[in-house]
């Protein structure tokens, strides 16, 4: 077997117009059989290097999930060569990963290796012949990208809090509802934290006894940078169901359910006192630093990373008025789903002309009982402060009221007069998607839009 820790890397080659080609006409043997290809990669590579088990998301592996994205990741990469300035940002997002996970320089040889062999194998049986130019167009192009990454993750160490993992005390937990939990954090060895930036996350490690192997998953950091703690604030992920090929989900249940083993040891086995690994805080989902107004909007545990972003701003000023304006717009479920909703009442009652606030309770109607008694404590928490409550699902077109209810959206708290306020949205896939398709509606430009997705695409689910 290669010993790909001592194998020096390949100089990074400069791709000629010719390659370029050879490359970009690969997109739709990508899009037929890019999953196929990735496939390969990943059952030879980690079939052949146990050690990597600790590196790669089990459950991202077993749901296909992880084979899929790098799919996507080799056709927006091939179907951009001659330009790569549309993916700059999904590889400052990839590179950020990396370092959250230590990826070091001599990794790029074993990926490097087994794609290649994975587009020998696969691409002759789609009749493709992967030899000559178009090989060496592929090799060169793989190592071009790997030197990108490189680099950027060396700047990243640079600045990181610490290299690798470090060890992190659980100084305390706090549940904030039935399925999410607080973690405090703090460095055994007592040394003072670097500040982070508002929006980032960190890697956690846990072993895994069921897979005899160490998992790592992110957290974005749920409270504003200081020098003692992180704190994390985890939902208890039910897992993923698989797919069967004729595209029905499997009767038998636990032969295609692929629990979150992270989370849920998170929330099952560790509790104050614990000790778990921790790398350093990194990530792209950061702030704009205008004083343009900001309008937050969160579904579910995706409230996290804007959480931070909030206490971030509030710990800036020290009178009854924020720098900025701010719309909290969260949805949940029902009104026991409502994590850090105390929080953000004081916050409301301490920046009263500042904040605003809507919170959609997607499981409930307007009109529901539940609704009527949470506007009800909301508005009475903070009478001078504009605080809106919905049943349903986000709804941000203006809308008057109904036979059915009594309220109406008022769209003043968007800011749509503003072409320089600017949007945050984290939370599922779909309800992301779904802000923004309303935000572009209502003639927000994408520019302004800004996503964090805590999980890649799923083909199955």
């Avoid at 459950?59 to 990741?73: I, T, V």
């Avoid at 710990?315 to 701010?326: D, Y």
Wanted: aromatic content about 10%; some cysteine.
């Amino acid at each position: 077997m290669l010993d790909f820790k001592t194998t020096p890397l390949p100089p990074r080659p400069s791709l000629s117009d010719d390659q370029k080609k050879l490359v970009f006409d690969s997109v739709p043997v990508l899009q037929a059989h890019g999953t196929k290809i990735t496939e390969e990669m990943y059952k030879n590579m980690l079939g052949e290097n146990s050690s990597l088990r600790d590196v790669f998301n089990h459950s991202k592996q077993a749901s296909g999930a992880q084979q899929y994205a790098l799919a996507q990741a080799l056709e927006a990469y091939a179907r951009n060569i001659y330009n790569l300035e549309p993916i700059l940002p999904t590889i400052r997002s990839i590179a950020n990963k990396h370092a959250s996970l230590s990826i070091e320089p001599w990794m790029y040889n074993i990926v490097g290796h087994y794609l290649v062999d994975a587009l020998s194998t696969v691409l002759p049986l789609q009749k493709v012949a992967f030899d000559g130019a178009l090989k060496t167009a592929w090799i060169d192009a793989y190592w071009y990208l790997a030197h990108e990454f490189i680099g950027l993750e060396a700047g990243l160490y640079q600045s990181a809090g610490w290299l690798g993992w470090k060890p992190f005390k659980v100084v305390k937990r706090v549940p904030e509802t039935s399925d999410i939990a607080s973690f405090y954090l703090e460095p055994v060895d007592g040394t003072d934290l670097k500040a982070f930036k508002a929006g980032q996350y960190i890697s956690v490690q846990l072993t895994v006894d069921e897979l005899n192997c160490k998992q790592s998953r992110q957290y974005s950091l749920s409270d504003s940078s200081n020098s003692k703690y992180l704190r994390i604030s985890v939902s208890r992920d039910p897992g993923a169901r698989i797919l069967t090929p004729s595209g029905s989900v499997d009767p038998s249940g636990g032969a295609t359910h692929y629990p979150a083993f992270v989370s849920n040891l998170l929330h099952s086995k560790v509790f104050e006192g614990a000790t778990i690994e921790v790398a350093s805080p990194f990530g792209e989902f950061l702030l704009d630093d205008s004083t343009a107004p900001l309008v937050f909007i969160s579904g579910g545990v995706g409230l996290t990373p804007l959480l931070s972003m909030l206490n971030t701003i509030a710990g800036t000023s020290k009178e009854t008025a924020l720098p900025r304006r701010v719309t909290w717009i969260q949805s949940v479920r029902k009104v026991s789903d409502l994590a850090f909703g105390q929080h953000i009442d004081n916050l409301v009652k301490t920046f009263p002309s500042s904040i605003s606030t809507v919170t959609y309770y997607t499981g409930l109607k307007n009109g529901a009982p539940e609704v009527d008694a949470a506007r009800t404590k909301t508005l009475a928490i903070a009478p001078s402060a504009h605080r809106q409550v919905f049943g349903g699902r986000i709804a941000f077109a203006p809308k008057v009221a109904t036979a059915d209810t009594d309220t109406s959206f008022d769209a003043s708290v968007l800011y749509l007069g503003n072409k320089e306020a600017h949007y945050y949205i984290c939370g599922p896939a779909p309800f992301m998607s779904e802000a923004q398709r309303q935000l572009e509606g209502l003639g927000v430009e994408a520019i302004r839009i800004h996503t964090e997705k805590f999980a890649g695409d799923k083909p199955a689910h």
